[in-house]
């Protein structure tokens, strides 16, 4: 039985895709982190585009959530980008001083991508 | 306008008229019992039009006929209040108005005093100049395209919360609709730096970063480096530059663009 509210989580060639359309509890949130990281195993991906345009509120939850499956995909050698944050939003995290720690940024879908390649290119080198 | 009969009471406001301004003399029950030639000329009416008739009747204001009533509170707290409020009735007028109990022979309070002073004028001039501080702050801080996806910010003046609030606002807004990679914050201009201010900019620089930008300051003078230091702010995120120049330079880089001379 589908979750209500389960947000989708796609695979594109080597990268994970997760579009948020709707307002998010916690619970969904949970089910994300939980999402990411199963496929995350399962799957060889080495990285995970997370596009927050339509969020308009971010709580420190779902900050903290954001925070923990980067840490966790960084472990697993996987960059995780966080695109269109609204600058509404920004002000808020900022305001409220709640680090995004390990989570990289992008203005929109097409500078994450650039972002990702960079990403992944860089820790090949390393 | 004579009294129709001789009343003590009446007798005892005569001093009222002299005074310039509107004044309104009520009983507990808020009956009227004298309104000065100002506050007679305010309504059009006559005193015996007036005597009598509950104060709310005549007046319209915010206050009338509620708990914020400033006589009813004066009356109950034993003590003048000062109170403002909007005038319905007498067209759109702001009124500042002060209420003191009134007290007969026996010390006993029997009414209350009522003192207008029309201040429309005066908050017509506040809100000008309230106004007047808004566009000089929306002035000051102008956010300047100088190439492609770098935006520049020269800051000039002191850095308080409020106007750092509207500079991230503006700021953020013109990130998103320039698509820009690189913003150079010069802070040449700030003459007041305290603790507060620091921490308004790095969050400004904290919130550029969010938007998947790069923020340089440029201008950091010795002093503002020392506040930044002794607040134990992660320095390590954060670009500086000593000229806004140089700021324009590493935007450059970023972009992995280059400047060559053209023979």
Known sequence: MAIKGKIPVLKVGDNLLVSIQVDMTDEMAVHLQEDILNQLIATDVRGVLIDISTLDMIDSFLARSFSETAQMAATMDTAVVIVGMQPAVALTLVELGLELAKVHTALNVDRGMELLENLKLGSREA | ?263
Request: charged share 25%.
């Open chain 2, 1 to 263: 306008m004579a009294p129709k009969k001789v009343d003590k009471k009446k007798g005892q406001f005569d001093a009222l008229s002299l005074v310039g301004t509107p004044i309104v003399v009520i009983d507990r029950d808020r009956k009227v019992l004298f309104m000065n030639g100002f506050a007679l000329d305010l309504l059009g009416k006559g005193l015996d039009e007036v005597v009598g008739k509950k104060c709310y009747e005549l007046f319209d204001t915010d206050h009338c006929n509620t708990d914020e009533c400033g006589c009813m509170q004066a009356v109950e707290q034993e003590t003048s209040i000062i109170a403002e409020t909007r005038s319905r009735g007498l067209g759109d007028m702001d009124i500042k108005y002060y209420a003191t109990p009134l007290k007969d022979e026996n010390g006993e309070i029997v009414g209350c005093v009522e003192t207008l002073i029309d201040v429309t004028e005066i908050k017509n001039l506040q809100e000008k100049s309230v106004l007047m501080a808004k566009e000089i702050l929306e002035v000051s801080t102008p956010i300047v395209t100088v190439f492609d996806g770098v935006l520049t910010l020269p800051i000039i003046g002191t850095l308080d919360s409020q106007r750092t609030q509207q500079i991230m606002e503006a700021l953020l807004q013109a990130i998103v609709e320039t698509q820009a990679r690189v913003v150079i914050v010069d802070i040449t201009g700030v003459s007041i730096m305290e603790t507060l201010t620091a921490t308004h900019l790095i969050k400004a620089t904290n919130a550029v970063r969010l938007l998947g930008a790069t923020a340089i300051i440029t201008g950091m003078s010795p002093r503002i480096a020392q506040t930044l230091v002794n607040l134990g702010v992660d320095l390590s995120e954060l670009s500086t530059k000593s000229r806004m120049v140089d700021g324009v330079m590493t935007a450059f880089e970023l972009l992995k663009k280059k400047v060559i001379d053209v023979e």
